[in-house]
T-cell receptor, first 112, second 115 residues
Framework: RKEVEQDPGPFNVPEGATVAFNCTYS??????FFWYRQDCRKEPKLLMS???SGNEDGRFTAQLNRASQYISLLIRDSKLSDSATYLC?????????????FGSGTRLLVRP | DTGVSQDPRHKITKRGQNVTFRCDPI?????LYWYRQTLGQGPEFLTY????????KSRLLSDRFSAERPKGSFSTLEIQRTEQGDSAMYLC?????????????FGPGTRLTVT
């Protein structure tokens, strides 16, 4: 079983739609959680960190459920520019390297 | 541009040849990471340096792979006797040390094709 699992999609939505991605992680002792965005043939870039209390950044809301080992990302009012692959990322507990463990990514296509 | 840079951006090589990639991290970052990404997958951790010390290597890093960061600045990743399965994007990332330094900044990657 992969350490971080995501639905690969693609999610094909119209502009203005609300879309949600989910991610599960297997290591209950994971310490930190993130969503990264990766455009086609580009490097990953940090979209947002995910906190236990949930957090919001503009149209983006991230939630963490430690009991269910589940992370979510909600995008409201989708824009064409939101089309990308969204990578769920975990840092294992007590890992002094802080290496990132990535899911395989969920592809989002926003159509006009 | 003060971001992470990688060279070359693309490399095509024949099976059995050796290749070397370079990464220049953000200058004040003391942590440097190498990842490998294949099509349809997320990046996978290969190795990690804190300053010049290589502190962790993944089991993905076979003995054909070697990485160095001689002066705690730039890093090189060498693959000897390349195989077709080595074809991938090799990504370098850097970050500050410590608990506040979680965010890793990635370079544009080196895309390796082994024919």
């Amino acid at each position: 079983r992969k350490e971080v699992e995501q639905d690969p999609g693609p999610f094909n939505v119209p502009e203005g739609a609300t879309v949600a991605f989910n991610c599960t992680y297997s290591n209950s002792a994971s310490q930190s959680f993130f969503w990264y965005r990766q455009d086609c043939r580009k490097e990953p870039k940090l979209l947002m960190s995910v906190y236990s209390s949930g957090n919001e950044d503009g149209r983006f809301t991230a939630q963490l459920n430690r009991a269910s080992q589940y992370i979510s990302l909600l995008i409201r009012d989708s824009k064409l520019s939101d089309s990308a692959t969204y990578l769920c990322v975990v840092i294992p507990w007590m890992d002094s390297s802080y290496k990132l463990i990535f899911g395989s990514g969920t592809r989002l296509l926003v159509r006009p | 541009d003060t971001g992470v840079s990688q060279d070359p951006r693309h490399k095509i090589t024949k099976r059995g040849q050796n290749v070397t990639f370079r990464c220049d991290p953000i200058s004040e970052h003391n942590r440097l990471y190498w990842y490998r990404q294949t099509l349809g997958q997320g990046p996978e951790f290969l190795t990690y340096f804190q300053n010049e010390a290589q502190l962790e290597k993944s089991r993905l890093l076979s003995d054909r792979f070697s990485a160095e960061r001689p002066k705690g600045s730039f890093s090189t990743l060498e693959i000897q006797r390349t195989e077709q399965g080595d074809s991938a994007m090799y990504l370098c990332a850097s970050s500050f040390g410590g608990q506040e330094g979680y965010e890793q900044y990635f370079g544009p990657g080196t895309r390796l094709t082994v024919t």
